[in-house]
């Protein structure tokens, strides 16, 4: 945490606001008093004029630590860096080992990256203030940040406001224009020149609340003070801001005990810009705490006033906070954003803008001093703040950020050396406005089908029902990445693209072969709509019938898993399904059930993953009730990759027949999409016959790749439907699959408690059976710092009749647990074990609630496998 009243002096007083001394030049001995009586009252301006004398007389060192340090609280960083360099080169004994973590700070906010980071890194190798080594870190990673982030973003253009009217050498601070923008309202003084308060009775040595008339073809008018409903003598007036229908201001009355605030507290005054009332402290808001930078805004569907204070029990030094408004001026209790946005550092200046928070801070790695950030709200939580780039932040200290109603323009106040200034090049703020210009770049695909006409002849036509797929390769592989937009009455198809994006375009259609073509958007620099056309050729009739022979491995093409994930999707239910119909009509037949992972992890764990997604098929299965002897669930991890059939390279343009997609040819497919397409392609299930008929047939609809969609009469094609047990439950997507809990019977209750998180939950016939009862099944682990573990654990006891045997205990990664101690032991009735669980936050990004299923190799009196669940929760700190 900076000096609280350093970051209010820069951000609500300037440092050439100075109190009446008499000068003196009697005495080195005067002149060192009079220094100390000024730096204690914060009189840095008059501070530095006594010290700096008092050196040129003597030329003392032991007045260099203080010259150093009133430069850097004045802002004057080009002096103060040479001072600190003196100081530094003089201290042989390391005295002042504290002054390299101030002197690194004076080179980051001049731009000098690779400079502070070499001095950051002294400091935290000799420092001993544990906090502000703390601190230096956080410096240190600006600085890297700084030299690693891209320049100024395209199409955002800064500019100084006039320096005739608006931007004098004195600071302006907070602007706020009116809903019309007619109007520019903004705090500032009178002058161009260091303001000595030499007299409590004159408006002029206050900080007053101004408006500027502003026009297109004149520009800002001079600025006029507001009258004394706002502007009350014997106050600063300063931070305003107005509701988003300006019929209300928020400002801070402030008072001064020497050159210290001693009071800020939030007025809100009515009216509009032609008829503002007398002003009113708001309620609630305002106590024995400063209470600074009041900005409407939205949380949970309510106004709310955001402001920063210095109140007991924040995070650091200046916090945010809000307060809902309940009408007629009145607020409820103030309540603090939280480490979300608050940290040990200091936020100020918060401004709410279409679901969006918009500060400045000094706790987060930054460019400079203090850097604007932005937070989305999700009407929940905060997503972690991030820096608005070099667009907008420089080594200086960027505040009040602003937006007007459309979103594309703006302002903000910044101390940056080409403004002007009163005392050195950093010292004081302009405010500098911003617009983002509205280019825009996009897409107009056309699909046709190439058809074959009676005289032999192609003819283009456009195509009803297909699918044009838009694939980003410049962000990485996935759903956030792709667009895709189905025409069944049109074959014109529109997407926005981005700047200096890499496209993959893929248009395709059931009854035609699919067209891939690639495009960029590199170097494009004014607005532009780009025009595709997709020709498509018709695919030829299928064979209604396929002969599947022994030993012939069959893909089932609606099996497919996720990256690192063996669950059963809902699409899989599809062919799943199928084999439960083909092993219902031939009851002969043993198959294999081979599982497939791409190249990406370890050769072992793909290996273990590939069997776990074939144990979880065989176990769909077995609920349906086929017998476990019937198949065999077989995993081959990375060693078989895919051989491309005809078919797949009819239906994937980038491939050919005969290609084998191991890692090393997937590393040459040219986008991360098909590279992506080519490992899901190895993500597989495949069936075969082992045993039984030579050979059966099937028709090519029961195999075919569907959407999640009722195939209607393709189930069972070859025979009559086979309806599967009465108990067999639909399977959720993306979770395990578990056998349905029936509604408890309470007309014979069971004879042992049964939990509702057990298969057998419900079911009056438990002879013989196991019964797992657990001393608890669900578990709050608290909250967990993002990347730490936690270890707990279950005990249960066999509460049954029947030996107990668990078969496989599943979990997401995030979760291990001791199941090779546990799989296969057999638990007689009475005894009792312990599932111990470790649980790994790396990967997580949210509060969850974890699932582990156990499955047991014992079946219930009904035939279907007897499943077990637990969960534990957690909340994520980040």
Same mark, same amino acid.
Request: hydrophobic letters at 35%.
């Given at each position: ?17 100075v109190?009446?001394q ?10 060192l ?13 008059n ?14 060192d ?15 960083y080009?002096t ?27 080179l980051k ?6 400079e ?6 002294t ?29 100024n ?9 006039d ?14 224009l009116?809903p ?8 500032s ?19 007053? =609340? !101004?408006m ?5 073809k004149?520009?800002? /008018? @001079? +600025? $006029?003070?507001l %009258?004394?409903? #706002? &502007? ?8 305003v ?22 009071e ?8 509009g ?11 609630g ?6 209470a ?8 949970y ?6 402001f ?8 650091g030094?200046?916090? =945010? !906070? ?6 007629e001026?009145?607020y /409820? @209790? +103030? $309540?603090n954003? %939280?480490p979300? #946005? &608050? ?6 200046t918060?401004?709410?803008f279409?679901?969006t ?47 007007f ?25 302009? =405010? !500098? ?9 996009d ?5 046709? %089908?190439?058809? #074959?006409?009676?005289d ?8 009803m ?5 838009l694939?980003?390769?410049?962000v ?35 009854d ?7 495009f ?12 595709q ?40 239910e ?8 083909l ?9 294999e059930l081979?599982?497939?992972t ?15 997604r074939a144990?979880?098929?065989r ?18 991890g ?10 797949l ?22 986008t ?6 080519a490992h899901?392609?190895?993500r597989?299930t ?9 050979s ?18 393709d189930?069972?094609?070859a025979?009559?439907?086979?309806s ?8 959720k ?33 438990l002879k ?10 669900t ?19 066999n ?29 007689k ?8 669980v470790v649980f ?7 509060d ?26 957690f909340?994520?700190?980040?």
């Amino acid at each position: 945490m900076r000096n609280i009243f350093s970051l209010i002096f820069c951000l609500l007083l300037p440092s050439y606001l100075v109190l009446a001394q008499p000068i003196s030049t009697s005495s080195y001995e005067t002149k060192l008093q009079l220094g100390e009586e000024a730096l204690a009252s914060k009189d840095y301006a008059n501070a530095l004029t006594q010290y700096e004398e008092a050196y040129d007389d003597r030329k003392d060192d032991a007045l260099v630590p203080l010259l150093a340090e009133i430069n850097m609280q004045l802002r004057d960083y080009r002096t103060a860096e040479r001072w600190y360099k003196q100081l530094l080169r003089r201290d042989k004994d390391n005295v002042f080992t504290e002054a390299h973590y101030d002197f690194a700070r004076i080179l980051k906010m001049q731009g000098k990256y690779d400079e502070a980071i070499e001095e950051f890194q002294t400091y935290l190798a000799i420092g001993t203030d544990a906090q502000k080594k703390q601190l230096a870190q956080i410096e240190l990673n600006g600085a890297e940040l700084g030299m690693s982030m891209p320049g100024n973003a395209k199409g955002v253009t800064v500019e100084a406001l006039d320096r005739k009217t608006i931007n004098t050498p004195v600071s302006q601070y907070t602007p706020a224009l009116n809903p019309a923008g007619t109007i520019l309202y903004f705090a500032s003084w009178v002058g161009k020149d260091i303001i000595i308060m030499d007299d409590e009775n004159d408006p002029e040595k206050y900080a007053r =609340i !101004y408006m500027s008339a502003v026009s297109e073809k004149d520009g800002y /008018g @001079d +600025p $006029v003070p507001l %009258g004394p409903e #706002i &502007n009350r003598p014997g106050y600063h007036s300063a931070n305003v801001s107005l509701s988003p229908d300006g019929r209300r201001m928020y400002f801070n009355r402030i008072k001064l005990t020497g050159n210290v605030p001693s009071e800020s507290k939030i007025y809100l005054s009515e009216g509009g810009d032609d008829d503002w009332k007398s002003a009113n402290e708001v309620v609630g808001v305002n106590g024995d705490y400063l209470a600074l930078q009041p900005s409407v805004g939205e949380l949970y569907g309510k106004e709310v006033l955001f402001f920063t204070s210095n109140m007991e029990g924040g995070e650091g030094g200046l916090d =945010i !906070y809000y307060a809902t408004y309940q009408g007629e001026g009145v607020y /409820g @209790d +103030p $309540v603090n954003l %939280g480490p979300s #946005i &608050n940290t040990p550092g200091d936020e100020y200046t918060p401004f709410w803008f279409d679901g969006t928070l918009y500060f400045s801070s000094d706790g987060y790695p930054s460019l400079g001093g203090q850097d604007v950030f932005y937070a989305v709200w999700n009407g929940t939580n905060w997503s972690a703040p991030n820096n608005m780039g070099k667009a907008y932040n420089t080594a200086a200290d960027e505040i009040s950020f602003r937006l007007f109603d459309d979103g594309y323009r703006g302002f903000f106040t910044s101390n940056r050396p080409e403004g002007r200034s009163v005392q050195g090049k950093t010292c004081c703020d302009d =405010i !500098y406005s911003f617009a983002i210009a509205r280019q825009f770049v996009d897409l107009v695909v056309g699909a046709f %089908g190439e058809n #074959i006409q009676e005289d032999g002849k192609t003819k283009r036509e456009p195509l009803m029902g297909a699918t044009v797929q838009l694939i980003d390769g410049s962000v990485a592989a996935g759903v956030e990445g792709t667009q895709s937009l189905t025409m069944n009455n049109g074959n014109v198809f529109n997407y926005g693209l981005t700047f200096e994006h890499a496209y993959t375009l893929i248009a395709t259609h059931p009854d035609y072969f699919p067209d891939t073509m690639t495009f960029n958007t590199v170097g494009i620099t004014d607005s532009k709509t780009i025009e595709q056309r997709m020709y498509l050729k018709p695919r030829p009739k299928e064979p209604e019938f396929i002969t599947v022979e022994i030993e012939q491995p069959i893909e089932l093409e609606n099996i497919l898993y996720d990256f690192d994930d063996d669950r059963i999707t809902k699409q899989s239910e599809i062919d799943l399904q199928t084999i439960f119909e083909l092993m219902n009509e031939y009851p002969d037949m043993k198959i294999e059930l081979g599982s497939h992972t791409d190249a990406r992890g370890e050769d072992n764990y793909n290996k273990d993953l590939s069997q776990r997604r074939a144990e979880s098929a065989r176990r769909w299965l077995m609920r349906m009730g086929i017998g476990r002897d019937r198949i065999v669930a077989q995993g081959y991890g990375e060693t078989v990759p895919k051989t491309v059939t005809a078919k797949l390279a009819e239906k994937l343009a980038f491939l050919k027949e005969g290609d084998i997609l191991t890692e090393d040819f997937i590393k040459t497919l040219a986008t991360e999409a098909e590279q992506e397409e080519a490992h899901q392609q190895n993500r597989r299930t495949e069936f075969k016959i082992i045993e039984g008929p030579t050979s059966i047939k099937i028709k090519t609809t029961r195999l075919k790749k569907q959407d999640d969609k009722d195939r209607g009469n393709d189930i069972g094609a070859a025979s009559s439907p086979v309806s599967p047990p009465a108990a067999a439950p639909a399977v959720k997507a993306s979770t395990p699959v578990r056998p349905a809990v029936a509604a408890p019977r309470t007309t014979q209750p069971d004879p042992v408690k049964v939990s509702t998180m057990s298969s057998l939950h419900g079911q009056t016939n438990l002879k013989g059976l196991p019964i797992m009862q657990f001393t608890e099944r669900t578990k709050s682990i608290g909250t967990v710092p993002k990347g730490e573990k936690r270890t707990f654990s279950y005990t249960f006891t066999n509460k049954g009749t029947g030996n107990l045997v668990i078969d496989l205990i599943s979990a997401c990664d995030c979760t291990t647990t001791n199941q090779d101690e546990l799989v296969g032991k057999t638990f007689k009735p009475g005894q009792s074990g312990t599932l111990h669980v470790v649980f790994d936050s790396s990967e997580k990004d949210e509060d969850e609630t974890i699932d582990i299923d156990i499955y047991l190799r014992n079946n219930d009196n009904q035939g279907h496998p007897i499943v077990e669940m637990l969960n534990y929760s957690f909340k994520l700190k980040l």
